[in-house]
DNA sequence: TAGTGGTCTAGACCACTTA
DNA sequence: AAGTGGTCTAGACCACTAA
């Protein structure tokens, strides 16, 4: 571990120096992830300075979602994971006439290996907000189907799709599995062609259930995706709600400038 | 004011407790946004605590992107910004036809006043990403236009654009003001009409400097949308790199089944 | 000039983890 | 028991803002 030194005539706060040079040793990868940081004791020693100063260097470096803190433990690199780019086209018919779901084909091509657990399917009546978007009556139930996603074994992203009742009920889409190509090869098979999508794209700070889905630091930001798949009559048959650990995600798009 | 008083024999440390009172303010609108908070002083005063104390109270409040500081002025309640809605459609022609810039034109419908300052426009030669990009050799000059777009005077989003030089010297994309419908009609001016866009969309926490800029709490994310625009030609002719405070936009887009 | 937040020092006690 | 981070105290000097 090679620490610099700081500059006490330099107009830059130690403890900002201090977060610098960690930062540094951080994105030059001398520091890895998962690996250990110098003790705030290290650093007082080290740089020479009181043990406040040491920690608000390291609190830095936690906003930043750089590093993860382990009450008793110490200060650690975070562990990243693998970068998943999502192109607007992973719902394309395509890949769905090969058998495969999305998650599943998009997961191939990064070279992951991609897997679901926590599948629950339920029947209820929908919020105010999917109610909205599938366009039903507060009173009509919906299918609810729930699951988390990994890569690697690590927890990505979670989904919860809501698919009316009078399209699922009494098919594959209530049940566990779905069979090939997933829901939407089902909702196509029940009749409802699918003819476009619509995405919502937002990002906050995850709830603490999410954190803990998703196995999420402190600072580690989420992106929430909500999908809204429409048929060749206009009607909504789907809606997809997705929560994704931010860095582990590029979102691309394609539109034309008409 | 009334400040609530902490329990020394509760098991919640006074500084969170003091944030939980603090917030309770804030959320039943007995402190509204804009607002000033009681100053450090203040609160030692009248919880009795030292300063680091009342200090890590304002700290977890700030974390939660509920307060803002601002030095030798005190600690005020977040003014929230207007959640705009970006549609995928915002770039359409029609708008430009019109006269407007993307921004100002999406900005009328959401009923907000939009406004934009820190114009830079410089040549210099592009770093690696944009290269890649816009695909022009690391020897060509690029124009390079920085600015930043707020919404009721609040700073919602930066944005950096790069064109290749063979495109815009010369020409008003390379003057601060680049006149009715903005660098795209200019663009099209110059004989690249439009054909389509990709986005890319990412979420993180912001650097320091992205803190400053957008004037956010220490736990506020950033959505970072990279935009590449393409010519009937396949060519690309501008890249436009944005960072977006997170509360402040949703993101739409629309896109066929295939 | 007074009041504000920003940073720092030098201690202290506690809770958690690991050996 | 030793080492770690979490919290707190009681001061200090500085930089920025507004009257």
Same mark, same amino acid.
């Given at each position: 571990m090679q620490l610099g030194t700081i500059d006490? $005539?330099? /107009?830059?706060p130690p403890s900002k120096q201090i977060a610098d040079d960690l930062r540094g040793l951080i994105q030059s990868s001398r520091l890895v992830a998962g690996e250990q940081l110098p003790s705030e004791a290290k650093l007082m020693d080290h740089y020479g300075v009181a043990r406040m100063t040491a920690r608000q260097a390291l609190q830095e470096l936690k906003s930043e979602g750089l590093v993860v803190s382990e009450h008793g433990r110490g200060v650690f690199v975070r562990r990243t994971v693998p970068v998943r780019r999502l192109a607007s /086209?992973?719902? *394309?018919?395509r890949y769905r006439d090969q058998g495969k779901a999305a998650f599943l084909a998009e997961a191939e091509k990064s070279g992951a290996t991609p897997s679901v657990d926590s599948i629950q399917v339920t029947e209820d009546y929908p919020d105010v907000e999917v109610q909205q978007r599938l366009r039903v009556p507060e009173d009509e139930i919906v299918i609810v189907r729930s699951r988390r996603y990994l890569s690697d074994g690590i927890p990505v992203e979670t989904a919860v799709s809501y698919i009316p009742g009078d399209i !699922? %009920? !009494? $098919? %594959?889409? *209530?049940?566990?599995d779905t069979g090939p190509g997933g829901i939407y090869a089902r909702i196509e098979d029940a009749g409802h062609t699918l003819e476009h999508f619509t995405e919502e794209v937002t990002a906050r700070m995850p709830t603490e259930r999410e954190r803990d889905q998703l196995q999420l630091g402190t600072s580690v930001p989420i992106m929430r995706v909500v999908r809204t798949a429409y048929d060749f009559q206009g009607r909504a048959v789907e809606v997809c709600d997705t929560i994704k650990a931010a860095p582990a995600f590029v979102l691309e798009y394609d539109f034309p400038a008409r």
């Open positions: 006490r $005539t330099s /107009d830059r /086209d992973r719902f *394309a018919r !699922g %009920k !009494g $098919t %594959k889409i *209530a049940e566990m």
